[in-house]
């Protein structure tokens, strides 16, 4: 189920992209990431350039403080 979060466009979110985000939150590496979840690295870099532009971010810190404040993740 996709959630939605406020930022200057509603962005619908897929769970996919809340793990990754968990994951990353959780201080893995990109590669550690995209390994356990079956990804090539450069593949999940792109995701991420996308999110981040989707969502109004310029960092990946960025990135993950958006989905703090929007309870996306804990």
């Known amino acids: 189920m996709a959630?939605?979060?406020?930022?200057?466009?509603?962005?619908?979110?897929?769970?996919?992209?809340?793990d990754v985000v968990r994951l990353l939150a959780d201080?893995?590496?990109v590669q550690q990431?995209?390994?356990q979840m079956g990804l090539n690295k450069r593949t999940l870099e792109q995701r991420i350039v996308l999110m981040k532009r989707q969502c109004?971010?310029?960092?990946?810190?960025?990135?993950?403080?958006?989905?703090?404040?929007n309870k996306l993740i804990k």
């Not at 959630?3 to 809340?18: F, R």
């Not at 109004?56 to 404040?69: C, D, E, K, M, P």
């Open 56 to 69: 109004g971010t310029n960092t990946l810190y960025g990135l993950v403080a958006l989905f703090f404040r």
């Open 33 to 35: 990431v995209a390994d």
């Open 3 to 18: 959630k939605s979060i406020k930022v200057e466009n509603k962005v619908e979110i897929t769970e996919e992209v809340v």
């Open 27 to 29: 201080d893995n590496t």
